[in-house]
Protein backbone atom coordinates (compact mmCIF):
# COMPACT_ATOMS: atom_id res chain seq x y z
CA UNK A 1 0.00 0.00 0.00
CA UNK A 2 2.10 2.38 -1.14
CA UNK A 3 -0.58 5.63 -0.48
CA UNK A 4 0.54 9.12 -2.15
CA UNK A 5 4.83 9.67 -2.91
CA UNK A 6 6.24 12.93 -3.52
CA UNK A 7 9.20 13.64 -5.39
CA UNK A 8 11.96 14.87 -4.71
CA UNK A 9 12.08 15.01 -1.13
CA UNK A 10 14.44 17.80 -1.24
CA UNK A 11 15.14 20.39 -4.06
CA UNK A 12 17.60 23.30 -4.39
CA UNK A 13 17.23 25.52 -7.39
CA UNK A 14 18.39 28.87 -8.60
CA UNK A 15 15.63 31.78 -9.30
CA UNK A 16 14.31 32.00 -12.86
CA UNK A 17 14.74 27.97 -13.12
CA UNK A 18 11.78 25.77 -13.81
CA UNK A 19 11.41 23.14 -11.11
CA UNK A 20 8.65 20.48 -11.56
CA UNK A 21 7.46 18.45 -8.18
CA UNK A 22 5.85 15.01 -8.75
CA UNK A 23 2.68 13.53 -6.73
CA UNK A 24 1.58 9.87 -7.52
CA UNK A 25 -1.10 8.28 -5.49
CA UNK A 26 -2.16 4.32 -6.01
CA UNK A 27 -5.52 4.66 -4.65
CA UNK A 28 -7.88 6.00 -7.71
CA UNK A 29 -8.75 9.24 -5.78
CA UNK A 30 -10.83 11.41 -7.67
CA UNK A 31 -9.39 14.74 -6.06
CA UNK A 32 -5.55 15.53 -5.51
CA UNK A 33 -4.45 18.93 -4.08
CA UNK A 34 -1.62 20.76 -3.99
CA UNK A 35 -0.34 23.22 -0.89
CA UNK A 36 2.11 24.93 0.73
CA UNK A 37 3.28 25.29 4.27
CA UNK A 38 4.75 28.66 5.36
CA UNK A 39 5.69 29.59 9.14
CA UNK A 40 3.31 32.16 10.38
CA UNK A 41 0.66 31.04 7.07
CA UNK A 42 0.01 27.40 8.24
CA UNK A 43 -0.87 25.54 4.95
CA UNK A 44 -2.58 27.66 2.18
CA UNK A 45 -4.00 25.93 -1.06
CA UNK A 46 -2.22 26.20 -4.19
CA UNK A 47 -4.50 24.35 -6.93
CA UNK A 48 -6.56 20.96 -6.97
CA UNK A 49 -8.45 18.77 -9.46
CA UNK A 50 -11.74 16.92 -9.07
CA UNK A 51 -10.57 14.44 -11.89
CA UNK A 52 -8.39 13.70 -15.02
CA UNK A 53 -8.09 16.73 -17.01
CA UNK A 54 -9.80 18.92 -14.45
CA UNK A 55 -8.32 21.53 -12.12
CA UNK A 56 -8.95 24.59 -10.38
CA UNK A 57 -7.34 27.70 -8.58
CA UNK A 58 -7.29 27.46 -4.70
CA UNK A 59 -5.87 30.54 -2.61
CA UNK A 60 -2.50 31.37 -3.74
CA UNK A 61 -1.82 29.86 -7.59
CA UNK A 62 0.29 32.95 -9.01
CA UNK A 63 3.36 31.65 -10.35
CA UNK A 64 2.28 27.76 -10.37
CA UNK A 65 0.86 25.61 -13.23
CA UNK A 66 -0.47 22.12 -12.76
CA UNK A 67 -2.10 19.14 -14.90
CA UNK A 68 -3.72 15.92 -14.18
CA UNK A 69 -3.39 13.95 -17.78
CA UNK A 70 -4.15 10.96 -15.48
CA UNK A 71 -5.63 10.34 -12.54
CA UNK A 72 -2.63 9.67 -10.23
CA UNK A 73 -0.61 12.08 -11.13
CA UNK A 74 -0.69 15.73 -10.66
CA UNK A 75 2.43 17.49 -11.04
CA UNK A 76 2.84 21.29 -9.66
CA UNK A 77 5.78 23.36 -12.01
CA UNK A 78 7.07 26.60 -11.22
CA UNK A 79 7.74 27.89 -14.42
CA UNK A 80 10.54 30.84 -13.01
CA UNK A 81 11.26 30.56 -9.86
CA UNK A 82 11.46 33.05 -7.21
CA UNK A 83 12.56 33.25 -3.13
CA UNK A 84 9.39 34.11 -2.41
CA UNK A 85 8.28 30.01 -3.25
CA UNK A 86 10.94 28.90 -1.33
CA UNK A 87 8.55 26.68 0.67
CA UNK A 88 7.56 23.26 1.85
CA UNK A 89 4.94 21.49 -0.54
CA UNK A 90 2.39 19.04 0.25
CA UNK A 91 -0.01 16.73 -1.91
CA UNK A 92 -2.71 15.34 -0.41
CA UNK A 93 -5.74 13.07 -2.29
CA UNK A 94 -9.02 12.01 -1.49
CA UNK A 95 -11.67 9.61 -2.34
CA UNK A 96 -14.67 11.11 -2.84
CA UNK A 97 -16.64 14.58 -1.79
CA UNK A 98 -17.34 13.99 2.20
CA UNK A 99 -14.02 11.83 2.79
CA UNK A 100 -10.79 12.98 4.43
CA UNK A 101 -7.81 14.64 2.67
CA UNK A 102 -4.70 11.95 3.01
CA UNK A 103 -1.11 13.63 2.82
CA UNK A 104 2.41 12.93 1.47
CA UNK A 105 5.59 13.35 3.23
CA UNK A 106 6.26 16.94 1.37
CA UNK A 107 9.28 18.57 -0.84
CA UNK A 108 11.30 20.97 0.78
CA UNK A 109 11.57 23.53 -1.89
CA UNK A 110 15.09 26.01 -1.32
CA UNK A 111 15.03 28.44 -4.53
CA UNK A 112 18.60 30.64 -3.77
CA UNK B 1 -16.50 32.47 4.67
CA UNK B 2 -16.00 29.37 7.00
CA UNK B 3 -12.72 29.86 8.96
CA UNK B 4 -11.11 27.79 11.76
CA UNK B 5 -9.08 29.48 14.97
CA UNK B 6 -6.63 27.26 16.83
CA UNK B 7 -5.06 28.41 20.51
CA UNK B 8 -1.90 29.66 19.64
CA UNK B 9 1.33 27.48 20.83
CA UNK B 10 3.62 26.59 20.96
CA UNK B 11 2.04 24.24 23.98
CA UNK B 12 4.95 22.94 26.24
CA UNK B 13 4.12 20.03 28.71
CA UNK B 14 5.61 17.44 30.75
CA UNK B 15 5.09 13.62 29.83
CA UNK B 16 1.78 12.11 31.73
CA UNK B 17 0.10 16.09 31.87
CA UNK B 18 -3.38 16.75 30.48
CA UNK B 19 -3.62 18.18 27.04
CA UNK B 20 -6.32 20.62 25.45
CA UNK B 21 -5.91 22.16 22.19
CA UNK B 22 -8.85 24.46 21.48
CA UNK B 23 -10.59 25.08 18.11
CA UNK B 24 -13.31 26.87 17.52
CA UNK B 25 -14.82 27.33 13.77
CA UNK B 26 -17.19 29.68 11.72
CA UNK B 27 -19.25 27.74 9.05
CA UNK B 28 -22.81 27.45 8.17
CA UNK B 29 -24.84 24.62 9.29
CA UNK B 30 -23.25 21.45 10.11
CA UNK B 31 -19.60 20.78 8.83
CA UNK B 32 -17.85 18.01 9.17
CA UNK B 33 -14.26 18.34 11.76
CA UNK B 34 -11.41 16.95 11.56
CA UNK B 35 -7.85 16.94 13.60
CA UNK B 36 -4.87 16.25 11.67
CA UNK B 37 -0.94 15.68 13.28
CA UNK B 38 2.20 16.45 11.62
CA UNK B 39 5.35 14.98 13.05
CA UNK B 40 8.66 16.32 12.48
CA UNK B 41 9.58 15.76 9.00
CA UNK B 42 6.22 14.50 7.96
CA UNK B 43 3.16 14.97 5.93
CA UNK B 44 -0.48 15.70 7.44
CA UNK B 45 -2.07 12.37 9.20
CA UNK B 46 -5.94 12.17 9.72
CA UNK B 47 -5.77 11.92 13.45
CA UNK B 48 -10.01 11.79 14.11
CA UNK B 49 -12.80 13.25 12.71
CA UNK B 50 -16.38 13.71 14.04
CA UNK B 51 -19.23 14.23 11.44
CA UNK B 52 -22.46 15.10 13.50
CA UNK B 53 -23.36 17.82 16.32
CA UNK B 54 -22.28 15.56 19.91
CA UNK B 55 -20.17 13.12 17.90
CA UNK B 56 -16.98 12.29 19.57
CA UNK B 57 -13.86 11.72 17.49
CA UNK B 58 -11.43 9.15 18.85
CA UNK B 59 -7.90 7.84 18.37
CA UNK B 60 -4.50 7.05 19.88
CA UNK B 61 -5.87 8.00 23.44
CA UNK B 62 -7.22 11.88 21.61
CA UNK B 63 -10.91 12.72 22.18
CA UNK B 64 -12.40 15.30 20.39
CA UNK B 65 -16.59 16.08 20.54
CA UNK B 66 -18.20 18.30 17.82
CA UNK B 67 -19.95 20.79 20.08
CA UNK B 68 -22.73 22.83 17.75
CA UNK B 69 -23.90 25.35 20.54
CA UNK B 70 -20.33 26.50 21.34
CA UNK B 71 -18.99 25.78 17.49
CA UNK B 72 -16.21 23.92 18.97
CA UNK B 73 -13.83 20.99 18.30
CA UNK B 74 -11.39 20.82 21.06
CA UNK B 75 -8.99 18.51 21.17
CA UNK B 76 -7.84 16.28 24.54
CA UNK B 77 -5.86 14.14 25.92
CA UNK B 78 -5.68 12.44 29.55
CA UNK B 79 -1.69 11.61 29.20
CA UNK B 80 0.46 12.70 26.68
CA UNK B 81 3.71 11.61 25.73
CA UNK B 82 7.10 12.61 24.37
CA UNK B 83 6.11 10.85 21.38
CA UNK B 84 3.27 12.99 20.89
CA UNK B 85 5.49 15.93 19.98
CA UNK B 86 3.95 17.16 16.77
CA UNK B 87 1.78 20.43 15.13
CA UNK B 88 -1.85 19.85 15.40
CA UNK B 89 -4.12 21.01 12.96
CA UNK B 90 -8.00 21.72 13.50
CA UNK B 91 -9.92 21.50 9.22
CA UNK B 92 -13.63 21.61 8.22
CA UNK B 93 -15.25 20.86 5.59
CA UNK B 94 -18.11 22.38 4.93
CA UNK B 95 -21.98 21.11 5.27
CA UNK B 96 -22.59 18.73 2.62
CA UNK B 97 -18.92 18.16 1.41
CA UNK B 98 -16.45 20.17 -0.55
CA UNK B 99 -13.62 19.83 -2.55
CA UNK B 100 -11.62 21.95 -0.42
CA UNK B 101 -10.47 21.73 3.55
CA UNK B 102 -10.55 24.84 5.75
CA UNK B 103 -7.34 24.56 8.05
CA UNK B 104 -6.25 26.25 11.34
CA UNK B 105 -2.99 27.43 11.43
CA UNK B 106 -1.43 25.26 13.68
CA UNK B 107 -0.65 24.15 17.20
CA UNK B 108 2.75 23.09 17.80
CA UNK B 109 2.98 20.91 20.98
CA UNK B 110 6.47 19.72 22.81
CA UNK B 111 6.17 17.41 25.86
CA UNK B 112 9.43 16.53 27.48
CA UNK B 113 10.50 13.48 29.06
Known amino acids: DAGITQSPRYKITETGRQVTLMCHQTWSHSYMFWYRQDLGHGLRLIYYSAAADITDKGEVPDGYVVSRSKTENFPLTLESATRSQTSVYFCASKASYNQPQHFGDGTRLSIL | GDSVTQMEGPVTLSEEAFLTINCTYTATGYPSLFWYVQYPGEGLQLLLK?????DKGSNKGFEATYRKETTSFHLEKGSVQVSDSAVYFCALSPQGGSEKLVFGKGTKLTVNP
Open chain 2, 50 to 54: ATKAD
